[in-house]
């Protein structure tokens, strides 16, 4: 497949495809269009090499993300592979272990590698980090933690969506709902969850039990010990557990059928992420669904009109939300 071929099958000269790979010239959005469609609906991938003496560009993505290992994390980047790979761009991760001093050198090494452009996964933007993008002039979007300089981010309505849990199990009779969340320094999950949560109980006149809260770091074993905490401390115990993710969830349960309960019969138990780790354990989770996904394409095509400034458009958009499903599994009731 070359460039002459996809030309013919957009409808179009050669001369706007290649205009429109290598970000250069005005096209129109309806040929433009039609030509990204082809270009994905063939899986074309252009010369790297060829691009990067023709745009004077490296074609290479920065991806900073805290746990390579984690569900959302590499649902992300998949989508952001998914979007630069037809563009012919590579990507480089850098997997940090939420450490300062990892994602700041992280950020040297990228301008080393002169890549076109950062995408921040679930990353806190500190004043460090700002200095240093600031020198290093890359662009940059973020995703699932919001900035307060503008950079453009990727967000999932955290309050909302955790409110709405909560709503649903007192829609069922619970009323002594527990919390396992994480560290407030992570502002979305740690912050916003939380709060969606107790304001949830507090607009039907439910008193915060402190002893219905607990703290994890998003793993299995964090989610049984938090569960095992909230059990020891609490006098009158919970009928129903929300954790801030489905891992601890997950963990959550197995503290709970090691000291012989039953869910849902005994207590209710629900998550948020929505991957194949809420569809396959038994009983099926009732978790909060987000397209990771999704929010990888999302970042990507913001990154990428940063980096090729199109003048046909202005990137004023600083806040971009993608959208969550409540999925009612077995595991409440």
Not at 126 to 148: D, N, Y
Not at 257 to 278: E, H, K, N, Y
Request: net charge neutral.
């Amino acid at each position: 497949m070359n460039i002459k071929e996809i030309a013919k099958l957009a409808k179009t000269s050669a001369s706007s495809v290649s205009r429109v790979i290598n970000s250069s010239g005005y096209v129109k959005e309806e040929v433009r269009q039609r030509i990204n469609k082809v270009l994905e609906e063939t899986g074309y991938r252009p010369n790297a090499f060829a691009k990067a003496l023709h745009s004077k560009k490296s074609h290479t993505i920065g991806v900073i993300l805290p746990k390579i290992n984690a569900t959302s994390s590499g649902e992300c980047v998949a989508g952001i592979d998914n979007f630069f790979s037809t563009k012919g761009y590579s990507i480089l991760l850098g997997n940090t272990h939420h450490q300062l001093n990892k994602e700041l050198e992280f950020l040297d090494i990228f301008k080393e590698k002169q890549v076109d452009g950062v995408i921040f996964i679930a990353t806190v933007l500190t004043p460090e980090h700002h200095k240093k993008l600031q020198k290093l002039a890359i662009p940059t979007v973020i995703v699932g933690q919001e900035s307060p300089n503008n950079i453009p981010c990727v967000l999932f309505d955290e309050y909302h969506a955790a409110k709405e849990m909560t709503q649903y199990l007192l829609t069922t009779g619970k009323q002594r709902i527990a919390f396992i969340g994480v560290d407030e320094s992570d502002i979305s999950v740690g912050v916003h969850r939380r709060q969606g949560y107790l304001d949830a109980l507090r607009e039907q006149h439910i008193p915060m039990d402190e002893h219905l809260l607990a703290q994890g770091d998003f793993t299995h074993q964090s989610g049984f010990t938090a569960c095992r905490a909230i059990f020891e401390n609490s006098t009158l115990k919970p009928d129903a557990i929300f954790a801030a993710n489905d891992k601890m969830a997950i963990g959550a349960m197995n503290y709970l059928f090691s000291m012989g309960l039953q869910v849902p019969r005994d207590i209710s138990v629900c998550g948020v992420g929505g991957g194949t780790l809420a569809q396959f354990y038994h009983p099926q989770l009732t978790t909060l669904i987000y397209d990771y996904k999704q929010a990888g394409i999302i970042a990507s095509d913001l990154l990428y009109r940063q980096i090729n400034k199109d003048q046909s458009e202005s990137i004023t958009v600083h806040k971009t939300w993608v959208n969550y499903q409540l999925m009612i599994g077995k595991s409440t009731q």
